[in-house]
Structures are given as C-alpha cells and as structure tokens.
C-alpha cells in the first residue's frame, strides 16, 4: 500500500470511529432519559393512595383519611445537612399551619426512621409520618430531600420541589402571615 494513501485512510477511520463514539452516548444519554424515573408526581393529578403511620400517636394513617384538608409532606434525611437547616424553619411553620387548616407531615426519607437526629424535641417530633420503602418511592421517585409535596383537599398535587423555590417561600410567607 502506497505511505500516501495510509495516512488519509488512518485519519477518515479515526473521524469514523470518533463519530461512532459521540453517537453512541447521545443515544445512551436519550435512553437514559427516556427510562429514568420522574423527578416528582406529575402535577394535577391525584396523590397515588398510602398507608403510614403517625409515629407519636403510633397510629395508621391512611391517605384517604387526609382527604378534605389540604395537606403538606415533606421528605427530610437526618444525614443531611441541608434538611438540618430548614428544622427551625419547618417547627416555624406549624402555628400557621394550624391555623390555616394545613396538615403538615415530616417523611423520614430512610429505612431506619431515626428522624430523631433532626427533629428531636421540637414540636415537629409530633408531625412525623412514617412511610413504608415503596410509599416513599411512590410519592418522591428519586428519594430527594429536603423535598416537598403540596396536595389539595381533594387529594391533587399541586407543587413539589426542593424547599427553598419560589412556591415553597410563598407557602411559608401564607404561613407566616395565618400564624399572626
């Protein structure tokens, strides 16, 4: 084989297989995405039902039982530092809450329930709503936290996202202003 013929030959193979590559991943990434579970519940519609239990009445709760109060979860981690920062926040909010007829739940985001290290003796220690592995991951698909659900008295989710967007800073101004 001709030295001059190689050298163009070695260079349309490597672009070829370069072009191969970058195709290749754009199509992984695209599957990927395609595949991968929703960030949250679809908006609009109804909370899929769950069973838990109000860990200091050691009482089930249903979510059918909630219905006709319009109802605030949210998904905290005692290991996470970001959760711990938003506890004085979330105790802040109950009298409000109470007020404005809002049930707010905090959902240990873990197997071990040992939500005690964030919340410990704050009165949100009586807002704790354990929830079974597959409640959770029906409720918050990819396990975010500190996370948050917004449902309406018949059941609809109306937000959700990490605490700290601009629906969950107006939810704690309305709570804020019911609070007095």
Same mark, same amino acid.
């Given at each position: 084989m001709d030295g001059n013929l190689v050298l163009p030959v070695l260079v349309i193979v490597t672009f070829a297989t370069a072009l191969n590559l970058w195709l290749t991943f754009r199509l992984a990434a695209r599957l990927r995405e395609a595949t @991968? $579970?929703? &960030?949250? #519940?679809? #908006?609009?519609?109804?909370? $899929? $039902?769950?069973?838990?239990?109000?860990? =200091?009445? =050691?009482?089930?709760?249903?979510?059918?039982?909630? =219905?006709?109060? $319009?109802?605030?979860?949210? &998904?905290?981690?005692?290991?996470?530092?970001?959760? @711990?920062? +938003?506890?004085?926040? #979330? /105790? /802040?909010? #109950?009298?409000? /809450? @109470?007020?404005?007829?809002?049930?707010?739940?905090?959902?240990?985001?873990?197997?071990? +329930?040992?939500?005690?290290r964030l919340v410990g003796a704050t009165p949100l220690a009586r807002h704790v709503l354990l929830l079974d592995a597959a409640a959770r991951r029906r409720l918050n698909p990819l396990g975010t936290v500190p996370f948050y659900l917004f449902v309406d008295e018949a059941m609809i989710l109306r937000a959700s996202n990490h605490l700290g967007d601009p629906d969950w800073r107006a939810f704690v101004e309305q709570m804020r202003e019911a609070a007095g």
């Open positions: @991968a $579970p929703a &960030f949250t #519940l679809p #908006l609009g519609e109804t909370m $899929p $039902p769950f069973e838990g239990m109000a860990r =200091a009445e =050691a009482r089930p709760v249903r979510s059918d039982e909630l =219905a006709g109060t $319009p109802l605030v979860l949210v &998904f905290l981690s005692p290991g996470c530092k970001t959760c @711990a920062s +938003h506890v004085g926040e #979330l /105790a /802040a909010l #109950l009298p409000g /809450a @109470a007020r404005a007829g809002v049930a707010l739940w905090i959902v240990p985001n873990d197997e071990v +329930h040992d939500i005690d």
